[in-house]
């Protein structure tokens, strides 16, 4: 009788639940979960995961299709990582095999090899024993050995390239004499960079350090809240330091827009260890460079956004999340998951310290710490000399603004480029006008896909849509009323940079938003322009807030603070302190004092207060007490499901039946199942949307829930018509 086949589990890139059942011959040796493999699937082929072997199958044996190839003798992930991505598909109700595809750079994906070496030249000994003079006859030969002789690492292709554009045929003469050798190097290298000293921590921060050194070797979350520009980056790096000198791996997730030139470059001076960098605008081969080396050790500090948490990392020792509260870390498509909360899972598991930072920590991490689960650290001042700035509410009940902007905020950038300061003028809306409108019958230029208004963008002369994208020529004729009485209202950068030219005609003046930092390299270069002192005064939107230390910024404006302050979701307010607070912090943060003015039409707000006296935790009072009476997180766990559809009533229909089978899988009264709404904006990008929320007081009781339920809407008819997806911890309800 022959041997019987053997069967693996296999985790393909498809949107189902659970793994498929392939086999393999049993004379081929053992496939270790983790490796990949090429499977049929359908009328495709396609690289799945093997997460495991099987004695047998719920399908008949003839029914199952063969592994055509292994791709990988060595697991490409480990057991460990393995383990964090099932836990990732199982929290947040995903399918197994588009998580390791999202874990899987896009080289792995397609099936290529998991090397990533570079390949360089070097002299043998023979070659070294050459005496260059004696090729007078041949002077590429001479040239080239010269170079190689002056890098005894060995030279690469790009290095050679610089030596001479023929180098690869002399290269080939030198080859055949037995005078040089190929090896591989690693694809990424220690900055070549003097190492920067440390400044001498203050009392704050090495209590913070300590703590964190402290237990090394176990789980433990830290919530270091310090304000703006305390020093919160250098006791990262000084914890850092000491889990490097252990052997171990340090990884840093910072926001999107946190990644900055100027942030990378503080590591690689601090540290001169390669560095893996991880961020979504690397091509394919420096992705799985990064990814190689951080996979095996070889990169002791791993840098990323969102993604980096899914990166695999032998020998972890810390993770640090920077800006914790910033929205960046949730994705919002696909996989929806947070890669904060999967950081601390991904902590407790590896039984390692995590440190949270922010000067303005999510009412979740501040409630943690509340309760004991999370250890708080506080940086109460700002380094050196360096003071809060005062911040300066104006009334604008009472002041006319003109184009945005106020008198006395046109008198305070004034006086700044009398003393030869910087500005910087926050305004969260690009574009010249969110509105384009017809002053005879109050028409207002509609996006035809979406229940919004289109946005006038001068500078391309177009009516552009924010929420889909469309764009159109503008209108000059109002189609309802056929009148040419059309104008702008309100305000976006575009439009305050050109009032800011008229009112400041010898200014310099920076729009930084994503429209004036479309090209590549071009944040990069205003950024550099502001730091050399070639800018006076910088308008932008949110790409303005984060992370960026402007020192000769005194003056910040908040052109219009209120968008947000009654907000129809319940994190608006959360948001929008978060955010003022922020770009507050990038007034005065040297020896200069700063100053912060907010325009306003609500300066009663307790918002406001809070934000005058920099009483984050006066603010956070507020707001957890309302979110215990409003019973929203983190007083409660959430999830949401959303469906939307081109037809109006079909993503209604089936919420309407996802609803009745929460009803009857909700074995707990703790959980709430909401009947479906339509979404806060419901027809966009040409679909009408709806949405059904699931409340419950205890995370486990909503998870109990949500297995079945979703196993049961998968199933449904009325599902086959629409687009769902099932949102666990959502970051907003629209
Ligand atoms: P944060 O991350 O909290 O915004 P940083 O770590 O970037 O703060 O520190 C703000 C500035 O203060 C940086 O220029 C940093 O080099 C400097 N700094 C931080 N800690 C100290 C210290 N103990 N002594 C002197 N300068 C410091
Ligand atoms: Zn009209
Ligand atoms: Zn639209």
């Not at 050399?532 to 992370?547: N, P």
């Not at 709404?677 to 949500?706: D, I, N, T, W, Y």
């Amino acid at each position: 009788m022959a041997a019987p086949l053997r069967i693996y589990q296999v985790a393909v890139p498809a949107p189902l639940y659970g793994f498929f059942d392939y086999l393999a011959s049993p004379q081929a040796p053992a496939i270790l979960p983790g490796a990949r493999v090429r499977v049929p699937f359908g009328k495709r082929e396609m690289v799945g995961v093997v997460l495991g072997e099987a004695d047998k199958s719920i399908l008949a044996l003839n029914r199952l299709k063969q592994i055509l190839q292994v791709l990988d003798s060595e697991p490409v992930l480990s057991a460990n990582l393995l383990q964090l991505l099932t836990w990732v598909a199982e929290y947040y109700h995903h399918p197994i095999g588009e998580v390791l595809h999202a874990a899987l750079p896009t080289l792995l994906r397609q099936g290529r090899a998991a090397e990533a070496g570079v390949a360089v030249w070097s002299l043998t000994p023979a070659g070294r024993a050459v005496e260059a003079n004696g090729l007078s006859r041949a002077p590429a030969q001479k040239h080239l050995l010269e170079a190689l002789s002056a890098a005894p690492e060995g030279l690469d292709a790009e290095q050679l390239a610089q030596v001479s554009a023929r180098w690869s045929a002399t290269l080939k003469a030198l080859h055949t004499k037995g005078w040089v050798s190929a090896h591989t190097r690693d694809c990424l290298q220690a900055a070549n960079a003097t190492p920067s000293q440390p400044p001498e921590l203050n009392p704050a921060q090495r209590s913070a350090v300590e703590a964190i050194l402290s237990g090394l070797d176990g789980f433990r979350t830290f919530l270091l809240h310090g304000v703006t520009g305390s020093g919160k980056t250098e006791v990262y790096l000084a914890a850092i330091d000491k889990v490097l000198a252990q052997g171990r791996q340090a990884l840093v997730l910072v926001p999107e827009i946190g990644l900055t030139p100027q942030v990378i470059s503080r590591f690689q001076q601090r540290f001169r260890v390669p560095i893996a960098v991880l961020h979504s605008g690397l091509s394919d081969p420096e992705r799985l460079c990064a990814w190689l080396m951080a996979r095996d050790g070889k990169a002791p500090i791993v840098l990323g956004t969102r993604s980096a948490v899914l990166a695999p990392i032998s020998n972890l020792g810390l993770i640090v999340v920077d800006e914790e509260h910033d929205g960046s870390y949730k994705q919002q498509d696909g996989l929806r998951y947070s890669a904060r909360d999967v950081a601390v899972m991904r902590a407790a598991r590896d039984k390692i310290p995590i440190v949270l930072g922010s000067a303005t920590p999510s009412l979740e991490s501040l409630k943690n710490a509340r309760d004991g689960a999370y250890t708080l650290l506080d940086l109460p001042d700002r380094t050196g000399s360096a003071i809060m700035p005062q911040v300066r509410l104006l009334d604008m009940r009472r002041l006319k603004p003109s184009e945005g902007l106020s008198l006395p905020l046109r008198e305070a950038v004034t006086a700044r480029l009398e003393r030869g300061e910087q500005s910087l003028l926050f305004l969260n809306r690009r574009g010249f006008a969110p509105v384009w409108m017809c002053y005879d019958c109050g028409w207002l230029a509609p996006c035809r896909r979406c229940d919004a208004q289109l946005t006038l963008h001068q500078h391309r002369q177009k009516l552009i849509c924010h929420h889909c994208g469309a764009e159109q020529e503008i209108v000059k004729t109002c189609p309802s009323c056929q009148s040419q009485n059309l104008h702008p209202i309100g305000e976006g950068t575009e439009r305050v940079e050109g009032a800011l030219q008229k009112f400041f005609p010898k200014a310099r003046i920076e729009r930084i938003d994503r429209d004036s930092t479309r090209g590549k390299g071009m944040l990069e270069e205003k950024l550099r322009r502001v730091h050399e002192g070639e800018a006076d005064i910088l308008i932008g939107t949110q790409m303005l807030s984060k992370g960026h230390d402007f020192p000769n910024v005194t003056l910040v404006g908040i052109l219009n603070a209120d968008q947000g302050l009654y907000g129809v979701d319940f994190r608006s307010g959360e948001r929008l302190f978060q955010t003022i607070l922020q770009v507050s912090g990038r007034a005065g943060r040297a020896d200069k004092p700063g100053e912060v003015l907010i325009q306003t039409w609500h300066p009663e707000h307790a918002l406001f207060a809070a934000l005058q006296r920099h009483d984050f935790t006066g603010f956070a009072d507020y707001a957890l007490t309302e979110r215990r009476d409003t019973g929203f997180p983190p007083f409660s766990f959430l999830a949401l499901l959303r469906a939307e559809s081109p037809q109006p009533q079909a993503a209604q229909q089936f919420l309407a039946a996802a609803h009745a089978a929460a009803l009857k899988h909700r074995s707990d009264q703790s959980v709430q199942v909401f009947a479906p709404v339509p979404a806060p904006m419901e027809r966009r990008a040409g679909r009408f949307r709806a949405q059904l929320l699931v409340q419950a007081s205890k995370r486990a009781a909503l998870h109990r829930l949500l297995g079945p339920w979703l196993a049961e809407l998968t199933g449904l008819k009325a599902g086959k018509r629409v687009r769902w997806s099932l949102d666990v911890d959502p970051a907003d309800l629209y």
